[in-house]
């Protein structure tokens, strides 16, 4: 794996890891009884960003290791899946 594909696949990883981060915690102003004027009920009260970029980093880091030793490693590979496709796959 070269670096510039390691650093896309850890900015891959990482944005899907935030996406799973982002709503543990969260509170809307409407659960917490404190609307204000003009902005939307679900928004969150602390919505604690700092944290949970935090959180998906060292959880990015995890699952980019486990991706790259998958793909180092080559535990994967096309021929795996060879009853998938319905015919032998040759290498």
Known sequence: MSITTGIVTFIIVWWTSLFMVLPFGIKGQWENGTVKDGSEPGAPVK???????????????????????VITTHALQLISFDWLFGAPIKP
Request: glycine share 4%.
């Open 47 to 69: 919505p604690q960003i700092l944290r949970k970029f935090m959180i998906t980093t060292g959880v990015a880091v995890i699952f980019w290791i486990v991706v790259y030793v």
